[in-house]
Nanobody
Framework: QVHLVESGGGLVQAGGSLTLSCAAS????????MGWYRQAPGNERELVAR???????NYGDSVKGRFTIAGNNDERTVVLQMNSLKPDDTAVYYC???????????????WGSGTQVTVSS
């Protein structure tokens, strides 16, 4: 089994910063890409940021220029640095990794249980 554990959520005032971390454990052969998604009450889960094993990144339009994703495949960790936070960033943030497991070798999507981020105005 593959387990993802997030940390770093909490309550912050608008304009502040938070750093989210996610670590994977289990029998993982490789990781193709990692990402963060978020879901606010009444909304669908949306992409926040993703990073590939080659270092390519993709950000949701609402966070571009404010959030930065960094991944370490060897350590099986991914970090999301969130700056200039806004009340609209309030949501549960989920870590996601596409990992290769065996046997047979195959890729699966793994998700963390989520961490709450609340931004007060």
């Amino acid at each position: 089994q593959v387990h993802l554990v997030e940390s770093g959520g909490g309550l912050v005032q608008a304009g502040g910063s938070l750093t989210l971390s996610c670590a994977a454990s289990g029998r993982i052969f490789s990781i193709s890409d990692m990402g963060w998604y978020r879901q606010a009450p009444g909304n669908e889960r949306e992409l926040v940021a993703r990073i590939t094993s080659g270092g390519g990144t993709n950000y949701g339009d609402s966070v571009k220029g404010r959030f930065t994703i960094a991944g370490n495949n060897d350590e099986r960790t991914v970090v999301l640095q969130m700056n200039s936070l806004k009340p609209d960033d309030t949501a549960v943030y989920y870590c996601n990794m596409r990992v290769q497991i065996g046997m047979p070798l195959r890729y699966i999507d793994s998700w963390g249980s989520g961490t709450q981020v609340t931004v007060s105005s």
